[in-house]
Each structure stands twice: as C-alpha cells, then as structure tokens.
C-alpha cells in the first residue's frame, strides 16, 4: 500500500485529539500486572505496542509473539523472568536483530535462567520465571533507557530489591527518570544519586490511574505548524508541565515561531509570523525518537543542522541515522554522520538526487511516515511507503491530517 500526501494550506487550524503516551501506557501496564492491581488504566494507548504489551500480560499462554515493538520485548522479558513457569519470546525478523543481551544478562544476575533459541544475544528467547534475588548491578549508562527502564520496573518485587550503578555518560536519562516518576506515583521509595539507583524491596500500591497525551506525537503538530505560515493547533489532553522527557520541544520550537499555552484542555500551540534559525544545533541524548521530525523540517525549511546524541537510533525499528539519510536524498539533502551518533546537513540541495514525485520508504518504522509527511506543507508532494505502519504509535494520524485539509489518498 502506499499513501499520496499532498498540501496547499497556508494557515492550519484545528483540534487534535492526540495518542495517549504509548511509553507511560507501557510502563504503567507492567507496574499494574506487578501489583495485581483492581483498577484498570484510563486513557490507555490504542497503539500497536501497548496492544501487544497488554495482549501478553493477559495471555493464558506461554507463548509471546509481539511483532516490532521493542518496549514490549524488553520489559516481558524482565516481567516474565520473576513469573515461576516456562516462557517463551519472539518478534518480528527485524526484532530478532535487535539485541536483548546486556538485559538478559543483568537479569541472570538476579538469579534468571534465560537462554536464547538462536542467535546469542538475540531472541527469540526461552525464560524460565523463578525467584530474583537483588544485588548490585553495574550497567553501562549509553546503552537502551528501555534495557535500565525493565529492570527498574520489577525492582521493588525482588528480593533485597536493586541497585543499579550506571557508567559512563547516561543516554536517555528522561525515559529512566519517566520510569521512576512514574514507580513514585504507585508508592515506590527510591534514590537517585550520581549515577547510582538504589530502590529498596517493597510494594506498590494500586492507584486509580490515567495516562497523559504522548509528547512524541505531539512533536509532528508543532512540526506542521513551523512549517505553515501562520495557525492554531490544540493538542487535547496534552500537559506542558509532563512526566515525558520530550516536552522539551516545546522550547525547541519557539526558535520557528511556535508557542505553547496551556489551557484546561491541552496545550495550544500558535504560530504568528515566521521565524526560523539560521542553522539548528541539537543534542538528542535525551529525546532519540524527536530526530526525525526535526530531521526532516530542517530539510522542508532548508536550515542546516548537527544533531548528536543519536547513537540508540541504529538499534530502533530501523537504521533511523541511515534511514534519514537514504530518503531525504530524494529531496536533494545528502546528510552526513560525521561522527557515531551523529548526523549533519550543509543545507545545500543537489538537484541531481531530487524524485520528482519521491517514495518514502518507512523501513516499518512508524515514525518514518509521521516525521515525512508534514512536509507537504512545503508544496512538496511525494509517496508513502507502508503508511499503516503508524499504527505502532498513533493510528488515528492520517485521519487528523485530512481533518486539517491534507490530502491523503492511497494509490497504486
């Protein structure tokens, strides 16, 4: 299937209706299934890897298939390592390159018997559930939040509970510090020190719990918007002040003229004039899954960029850094990594790379599509490869774009 995006809009308006937080929706589901909690969590997730995560925990069987969501295989893997029985674990072919060693590793620490039916390192995974006994574990800081954000959630139902000495320069501290909040909502005790997360053996308490709109799919809105010449936008159920690392954008978009006001409803975003900065230098060590969008504005805008930081990017659905790279030459922008985990554009466009009417390839990478297609707005009208693949985190997001007055029709 492929999706035709085109857009003549100059001002946009609307009311969205954005995603639940697909990463508090996760988390909340696993510390819910921990403490055999009565209450059920209000405003969950539709996407594809919160339906998968809860599909499991509410599986009778031993058996876990869960497709491309990378949340989902780390945090049952931990989950399912303190449940007594035989498991088993797999994913789609792109998941089984994706690896889960340093995360199994720490939990055999703990006492878990895990062993891979493959690829060492990799799953599919067979896990016998027993009892953990809690220790000091050293882990290195830069590697996934979501291997450090597993081991944390069933922290506090181990014996002794954790503690977890991390080394080196920390990636993703939001997501970690997100995992935490979120644990502290539920009553858990913990400290953070350094680089040190010590959280003691003890209960969480069942809360009667709602999940916030996600920052994530909020940053595709606030893209739009920096892309349009003027426009409102109201995100509903959308909080400035957040749990989610990736409010941040926020202050980043103010630099294109995009301002946010919370209201009683959501945030409102507004874009009076244009403004835009001569050159974009980000540091992403803390917000990963933002670098497309703002990837692909810069393109749309021509604004060159260094962004860092991005060194969990090759490890995500796809290659993103290579993924960028590989389809916004189609546009005329060959972008460069100067350095792992980094990536660069002069601003220059080389008119002989330029498709006239480009195929975005999505890699099945959801936020490949979200990141692309904004860049309608800029008179630009190219092809979507797989659009569905959205749904791993907002499926509603073509309909919203109709709603705004793209166009949006599938083709052959």
Request: proline share 4%; net charge neutral; with cysteine.
């Amino acid at each position: 299937m492929r999706f035709r995006i085109s857009a003549n809009k100059k001002n946009i308006t609307g009311t969205i209706n954005l995603p639940a937080s697909k990463s508090i929706s996760n988390r909340a589901l696993i510390i819910n299934a921990l403490n055999y909690s009565p209450f059920p969590l209000h405003n969950l997730s539709d996407s594809d890897d919160t339906k998968v995560l809860a599909a499991a925990l509410n599986s009778n069987s031993n058996k876990f298939n869960i497709g491309h969501a990378g949340t989902a295989m780390r945090f049952l893997t931990a989950f399912l390592a303190k449940v007594v029985g035989e498991w088993e674990i797999t994913g789609s072919e792109r998941m089984q390159k994706r690896p889960i060693g340093i995360l199994a590793d720490a939990l055999i620490q703990l006492g878990a018997r895990i062993e891979y039916k493959q690829n060492e390192g990799y799953p599919p995974l067979k896990i016998f559930g027993s009892h953990l006994k809690g220790k000091t574990i050293e882990l290195d800081g830069s590697i996934s939040s979501q291997y450090i954000s597993a081991l944390l959630l069933i922290a506090p139902t181990i014996e002794n509970g954790l503690t977890l000495k991390l080394s080196g320069t920390i990636t993703s501290r939001s997501y970690i510090l997100l995992t935490l909040e979120l644990m502290g909502k539920f009553s858990i005790q913990y400290q953070w020190k350094n680089n040190e997360i010590i959280i003691p053996e003890q209960h969480y308490f069942p809360i009667d719990f709602t999940i916030e709109a996600d920052w994530s799919g909020a940053s595709y809105w606030y893209q739009l918007l920096a892309l349009a010449e003027t426009g409102d936008i109201l995100l509903r159920n959308l909080q400035l002040k957040s749990l989610q690392g990736d409010a941040e954008i926020a202050n980043w978009f103010e630099q294109f003229g995009v301002s946010s006001t919370q209201k009683e409803n959501g945030v409102l975003l507004s874009k009076k004039e244009e403004i835009n900065p001569k050159k974009l230098t980000l540091n992403f060590i803390e917000n990963p899954d933002i670098a497309q969008t703002m990837a692909c504005l810069c393109v749309a805008k021509k604004i060159p960029f260094r962004f860092t930081g991005l060194k969990t990017l090759k490890i995500k659905e796809t290659n993103r850094i290579l993924a960028l790279q590989n389809e916004l030459t189609k546009f005329g922008a060959k972008l460069s990594e100067p350095e792992f985990g980094a990536l660069a554009w002069n601003g220059e466009i080389d008119t002989t790379t330029i498709n006239k009417i480009p195929t975005i390839n999505t890699y099945h990478d959801h936020r490949m599509a979200l990141a692309f297609a904004p860049m309608a707005l800029c008179g630009l009208q190219f092809n979507i490869e797989d659009p569905m693949v959205i749904t791993k985190s907002y499926p509603g997001f073509w309909e919203d774009l109709k709603m705004i007055g793209f166009e949006v029709s599938e083709i052959n």
